[in-house]
Every structure is written in C-alpha cells, then in structure tokens.
C-alpha cells in the first residue's frame, strides 16, 4: 500500500465531495467559503450543503466547506 502524496502545490484532505468541475450556470452556485469553485445547486441541496443567513441562500461547494460557513457566516456573506 502506498500513502498518497498531495502534488505540489495542493494540500490533501478528507470530506465529501468531488473534483469534478462544475461550469457557471442557471443551476450553479459559487461556494462563498471557496470562491471560484462552483457547485450544482441540486447536489447541494441533496447533501444538506445550503445555508440561510441575512435573508440569502447560500450553496455550500463540500461539506468541509459546511462547518466554516457555520463558524462565521457574515465572513463569507455576500454585501
């Protein structure tokens, strides 16, 4: 068995989602805690991964993304 190395650059971790990437759209959200990374807003709201904060709904990219979101919404919130 061999450890997986993270290539240079990234870091490695462990949470649920995928790489796959996801092209702006109508049915995309960007993830506020990780700007640029997009997410299908149904895979979002499947996974439990969709916040309300301030009168907003905000489409969370994984769920490592779902804790820091939680910990301080008003940082991540769009103006």
Do not use: N, Q
Not at 34 to 40: E, L, Q, T
């Amino acid at each position: 068995m061999t450890d997986r190395i993270p290539a240079a650059g990234t870091t490695s971790h462990d949470h649920d989602h995928d790489h796959a990437p996801v092209s702006p759209g109508i049915d995309t959200a960007e993830c506020p805690v990780m700007p640029g990374r997009f997410v299908a807003k149904a895979k979002a709201e499947a996974r439990g991964w969709v916040r309300r904060y301030a009168g907003r709904t905000y489409w969370l990219c994984c769920a490592g993304c779902v804790p820091k979101f939680d910990a301080d919404p008003a940082k991540f919130a769009v103006a």
